[in-house]
């Protein structure tokens, strides 16, 4: 269907968040909307507690209570996009669910900025070099730079790497998708 793909924001009684996204997993499973509705989730965090006596416990927390997010296959309309009366019926009439974020309760989806804030659309990046490896740089303001890995983060995607520049060591931080090993 629709290559295209936003998040929205559903609002649920308070404490049904899990039943909401159960049963709309489960009618998604039964109608066989998965190119419709991929994915369900209730945002959620692990906080360690402490008690008065010392004792500590792991506890898992709701970040937005009574919401739950959606990602929806979008349309064309206009020069905007909206989901398919399919995707919003099966939405709004899960048991539970008091209607969608955005005005009037029309559905408004979650902007790229607020969806990589929310980090539910994370995406892994296979990464086949180590710390030590000599790389090159394939793209960006150092393109065709060599040099070696200090550091890799897969938070944020990203090597550090030392380059010899105007004879002198420097580090600077690349986007993991524009460094390849060296052949050298």
Do not use: C
Request: hydrophobic share 35%; net charge negative; aromatic share 6%.
């Amino acid at each position: 269907m629709a290559e295209v793909t936003k998040w929205y924001v559903v609002h649920t009684y308070s404490g049904y968040e899990n039943k909401v996204m159960d049963n709309i997993v489960k009618v998604v499973n039964n109608r066989g909307m998965q190119d419709q509705i991929q994915d369900v989730r209730v945002p959620t965090e692990t906080v360690t507690e402490v008690k008065e006596d010392g004792e500590s416990k792991e506890v898992v927390r709701k970040l937005f209570p009574g919401y739950v997010l959606v990602k929806v296959a979008v349309v064309e309309d206009g020069e905007d996009y909206k989901m398919t009366d399919d995707a919003w019926i099966v939405i709004r009439n899960t048991r539970g669910v008091t209607g969608f974020v955005g005005p009037e309760s029309k559905p408004v989806p979650l902007s790229a900025s607020e969806v990589k804030a929310l980090g539910v659309d994370q995406r892994t990046v296979e990464v086949n070099i180590k710390a030590g490896d000599f790389v090159k740089i394939t793209d960006g303001p150092m393109k065709d730079y060599s040099g070696t890995v200090e550091s890799i983060s897969t938070e944020t995607s990203s090597a550090k790497i030392t380059l010899s520049m105007f004879g002198r060591d420097t580090s600077v931080e690349v986007p993991l998708n524009q460094i390849e090993v060296a052949l050298d």
